[in-house]
């Protein structure tokens, strides 16, 4: 992330009415349709969105519902990147609290970038978005130098390009730290779980 974004100089998000409130992944979907143009940038949440399922269900135990607000979240945690760079963070937060969405899932894309936006994960929810932002969007490069993709792509493999400094440069291996850090999950637990989740997305 570029280090020209702001912090979002406030720690409190939506309206704890709202708790529960989210939007059907149609709209969630259409909502990107709309803000994100990139295609690529809209793989990236997608997959993000998915990944943060999967670990609430399989992870955390979590209901169904509990499952989509760390979609949602997923979904929408750089919506407003392609056409908001200067207002990242900001411009998709003031748009969920608009639409009453559930508090947590603000809260949750407010604190994917603690360094950028000043807010510190608070939850696993928070802890785990965090941690898997930049290393899914680290292993889909890694998938896409090879010509079967993520067919046979291993977590040994991740882990050599991660000490490379050079590849995916622009990926912060500071912020991947950072967030593994705070969680109790191994990082090969963690790129094999997001290979697994997120390679099928489209
Ligand atoms: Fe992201």
Known sequence: MSSAILSLGRQVFGN?????????????????NEWVPNERLRLHMKQVGA??????????????????KWELAGLLHDADWEKYPDGHCRVIIEKLEALNIDPEVIHCIASHGPRYFGVEPENNMDRMIYAF?????????????????????????????LKTPSFAAQVSRDDINDALSRIDVTLEVLIEFIIRHQKDVQ
């Open 51 to 68: 990944v943060m399922k999967a670990w609430a269900l399989e992870k955390e135990g979590a209901d169904e519902p509990t499952a989509r």
């Open 133 to 161: 932002d930049e290393l899914s969007g680290f292993i889909h490069a890694a998938a896409l130098i090879r010509p079967t993709r993520y067919e046979g792509l291993d977590t040994k493999s991740v882990l050599k390009k």
């Open 16 to 32: 704890p009415a709202n708790k529960g409130n989210i939007m059907p992944p149609e709209e969630a979907h259409a909502l990107l």
